[in-house]
């Protein structure tokens, strides 16, 4: 299951480890009644979430991305504002943990630079829904009580646990961290027909954050799974908050 | 919600976004659609050109997007199949054209440029009778697509091969590309106002 990537890119960056995700399919939060569920084609995710010293590595080589020198159109203000400086990703401890305070943009061209890419939210969904023991822990009202818990408990700058969750894939701390960037945050979230009256994907968008319109969903008790919507339908690109991180995908599983 | 940065909804804290989310999306009301974009009264510190990517407009020329500075222009994005919302659009952008005297440029950035080549946009264009001189219609890749409408904050997905669900948010940009001003669903008058006052 885990396997040691080496991305045929010509980039002389080691890559992290990275985890094979089977193909499959999940049920999306929002689909309606009687939809199939949504496809997911085999791909590889990341272990673990970027950290400090990786991005550190990275801005290193890429000077645009660095603090101070980054496009105000691709990171807003606070962009890497817990770095004591735009090369220093703070003491040794530090660099371990997980990379904050990035915005879409800055995660791309992270991943990018790795021969990689973002997951998709449909694929961080997929492989999110897994407990540590079983692949579809959708249903599994331990697992759910576990994810409330622990996203009750969560606290945007705190370190990430000594011992990141690891799921039955192999991927570690997917609930841990806070949140982490999709390469289609900004995505309509509600497949359904886009011809309805008014403004459709407005109108309907709107109903994701509304307690009365939480039929809508497949299943309004997944409240973690809310949050996560939620919070990325509240991002802009250039967005960067203290519990938004990232790890990366990539398509070709080799 | 701070403005003084220019970010269009800069949050810091987790919860203050939910509740922020929440308000502009007009939890708890019924009725009409509420704007997804909240309005924005001052500039944005940064241009949308800064992007730097490369289009191809409706006469088949590569256009940068810094090309478009020089004059304040209104954004929206569509897609030609658009039989629902994106007429309503189009209408919209022709009146505000109409009320500027013709001195406001007009992009149209296509959702999907795999069928919207720079020839059907060019006869989108004729059929709509959006003359060169003042309507730009670009297509480019999926890629930059996604990094131009992450930044204008317009979610797209689509849904069938004919079919995308799109916001549909018009931008206002100022001559170097700032965003002034974004509205979902039709203009009203306040946008047409700050168009006057930047082409003032």
């Given at each position: ?19 094979r ?55 807003d ?50 492989a999110?829904?897994a407990?540590?023991?079983?692949r ?31 799921n ?62 939620a ?24 | ?55 191809r407009d ?45 001195r406001?440029?007009l ?6 440029p ?65 965003v ?21």
């Open positions: 299951m885990l396997l040691t990537f080496a991305i045929v890119a010509g980039l002389a960056i080691a890559s992290p480890a990275m985890v995700i089977p193909a499959g399919s999940y049920r999306p939060l929002y689909s309606a009644a009687g939809e199939p569920k949504v496809r997911v084609a085999a791909f590889a995710l990341d272990r673990d979430v970027v950290t400090r010293g990786e991005f550190l590595r990275f801005v290193t080589r890429q000077p645009a991305w660095r603090r101070g020198a980054v496009r105000a159109v691709f990171a203000a606070s962009y890497l504002r817990d770095w004591p400086g735009a090369l220093e990703a703070g003491p040794r401890e530090a660099l371990a943990q997980p990379v904050r305070n990035v915005s879409w943009f800055a995660a791309k061209a992270y991943c990018s630079a790795q021969g990689k890419r973002l997951p998709t939210a449909d694929e961080w969904e997929y999110a829904s407990s540590a023991t079983r579809d822990a959708s249903r599994d009202a331990g697992f759910r009580a576990h994810l409330l818990a622990l996203y009750a408990s969560r606290h945007a700058a705190a370190p990430l646990p000594r011992r990141a969750e690891t039955a894939y192999g991927v570690r701390g997917l609930h841990d961290l806070g949140w982490e960037w999709t390469l289609d945050f900004n995505s309509v979230v509600v497949p359904d027909d886009s011809r309805a009256a008014g403004s459709g994907a407005d109108a309907r968008d709107r109903h994701l954050y509304c307690a009365s319109a939480a039929i809508g969903a497949s299943d309004p008790t997944d409240y973690p799974a809310f949050m996560r919507y919070v990325r339908a509240g991002l802009t690109a250039r967005t960067t908050l203290d519990g938004l991180g990232f790890r990366c995908a990539a398509t070709q599983v080799t | 919600m701070r403005r003084d940065t220019g970010d269009l909804t800069m949050r810091r804290s987790l919860g203050h976004s939910l509740l922020l989310l929440a308000v502009a999306l007009g939890c708890g009301r019924g009725g009409a659609p509420t704007p997804e974009v909240p309005a924005v009264r001052t500039l944005s510190s940064y241009s949308v050109y800064d992007l730097g990517s490369t289009w409706q006469g088949g020329a590569q256009r940068t997007l810094a090309s478009l500075r020089g004059k304040p222009r209104l954004v929206a994005m569509i897609y030609t199949k658009c039989t629902s919302v994106c007429p309503l659009s189009i209408g919209e952008l022709k009146r505000i054209e109409a009320a500027t005297d013709g406001l440029g992009v149209l950035v296509t959702l999907d795999e069928h919207d080549t720079p020839t059907l946009l060019a006869q989108y264009a004729k059929e709509h009778d959006m003359s060169a001189e003042r309507w730009t219609l670009l297509t480019g890749t999926d890629d930059d697509l996604r990094d131009l409408a992450a930044t204008l904050a317009v979610r797209y997905r689509r849904v069938s091969p004919d079919d995308l669900a799109h916001s549909n948010t018009l931008t206002l940009l100022d001559a170097e590309g700032r002034v001003r974004q509205q979902a669903g039709l203009a009203d008058g306040a946008l047409l106002a700050e168009a006057r006052t930047l082409l003032r």
